[in-house]
Structure formats: structure tokens, C-alpha cells
């Protein structure tokens, strides 16, 4: 089962520390990239 990117990140929401880093809170990248809608940021 593939799960979305909004799927994703509501995992780490869910499982990450405190201070652990979420790809929704990322800047993006140096060179703008169309976002799939099923990895995260952190994921490419």
C-alpha cells in the first residue's frame, strides 16, 4: 500500500521525538522540484 505525503508526515507527527526534524517543516531545496504526492521532502 503506497501512502500519500500527507499520510507520511502525520506519521512523523505521530512517532518522531520531540526533536526530531519533520519533512513538512523542511525549507525545500536549493533547486525547485515538482513534489510527488508520495514522498516526503526527505525522501528524494
Do not use: W
Not at 505521530?14 to 516526503?40: C, M, N, V, W
Amino acid at each position: 500500500m503506497i501512502l500519500s505525503r500527507e499520510q507520511l508526515e502525520n506519521l512523523e507527527d505521530q512517532f518522531l521525538a520531540p526533536y526530531g526534524i519533520r519533512s513538512k517543516d523542511s525549507r525545500g531545496r536549493a533547486h525547485p522540484e515538482d513534489e510527488p504526492g508520495y514522498r516526503t521532502v526527505f525522501q528524494r
